[in-house]
Nanobody, 120 residues
Framework: QVQLVESGGGLVQPGGSLRLSCPVS????????IGWYRHAPEKERELVAR???????NYADSVKGRFTISRGNAKNTAYLQMNSLKPEDTAVYYC??????????????WGQGTKVTVSS
């Protein structure tokens, strides 16, 4: 059973930093992509950043230059380094992995979320 367990969230002051981690376990296939999404109260869930198995990345405009997504050497863990945090970054952050199994196609997997609060 594929599992994603996010960690690293918490309370931080504006301008501070946090690093989120998302290890993906339970599959012999490495994820094609791992992405971070966030869901703030009364807002739509949005893609924050995503990284492919080849290392290509894309970011939401609101986080470009402040957030960096990366993958560990084993390709089964993704990290989100968040710098210069703003109150509007406050949300629950979810990790998503897309894993393609031969002859079965791609499947989506989600973590349970980790809360990030940016406040003074």
């Amino acid at each position: 059973q594929v599992q994603l367990v996010e960690s690293g969230g918490g309370l931080v002051q504006p301008g501070g930093s946090l690093r989120l981690s998302c290890p993906v376990s339970g599959s012999i296939w490495s994820p094609d992509t791992i992405g971070w999404y966030r869901h703030a109260p009364e807002k739509e869930r949005e893609l924050v950043a995503r990284i492919t198995s080849g290392g290509s990345t894309n970011y939401a405009d609101s986080v470009k230059g402040r957030f960096t997504i990366s993958r560990g050497n084993a390709k089964n863990t993704a990290y989100l380094q968040m710098n210069s945090l703003k109150p509007e970054d406050t949300a629950v952050y979810y990790c998503n992995a897309v894993i393609t199994v031969p002859f079965r196609g791609p499947s989506d997997y989600w973590g349970q979320g980790t809360k990030v609060t940016v406040s003074s």
